[in-house]
């Protein structure tokens, strides 16, 4: 069974920084692709940072380019973001998201999120 939790969500105030992490089970991690999305009030769901499976390949949205970074460590099933110089529209439920390939099918997973609000 496919698991994703993720952890290290919380209040913050504007310019501090967090750490998320993911701890993922049930799958074969060292060789899938991980992303974390976020998703704000009354907002769609958008694509944060991603990380290849052996952790040189990383791409990140532009809105967080220089601020977060995204990183895993395959001995145990962990990925993180760390979230530097956080900004008030930063605040989202962040998910831990990974596609697998089940019998040729691709299969998307989500984890249940954790709550970040950025403010003063």
């Known amino acids: 069974q496919v698991q994703l939790e993720e952890s290290g969500g919380g209040l913050v105030q504007p310019g501090g920084s967090l750490m998320l992490s993911c701890v993922v089970s049930?799958?074969?991690?060292?060789?899938?692709?991980i992303s974390w999305y976020r998703q704000a009030p009354g907002k769609e769901r958008e694509l944060v940072a991603g990380i290849g499976s052996s952790g040189g390949r990383t791409n990140y949205a532009d809105s967080v380019k220089g601020r977060f970074t995204i990183s895993r460590d395959n001995a145990v099933n962990m990925v993180y973001l760390q979230m530097n110089s956080l900004k008030p529209e930063d605040t989202a439920v962040y998910y831990c998201?990974?596609?697998?390939?089940?019998?040729?099918?691709?299969?998307?997973?989500w984890g249940k999120g954790t709550l970040v609000t950025v403010s003063s």
């Open positions: 049930g799958f074969t991690f060292s060789s899938s692709t």
């Open positions: 998201n990974t596609v697998i390939n089940v019998a040729g099918y691709l299969q998307t997973y």
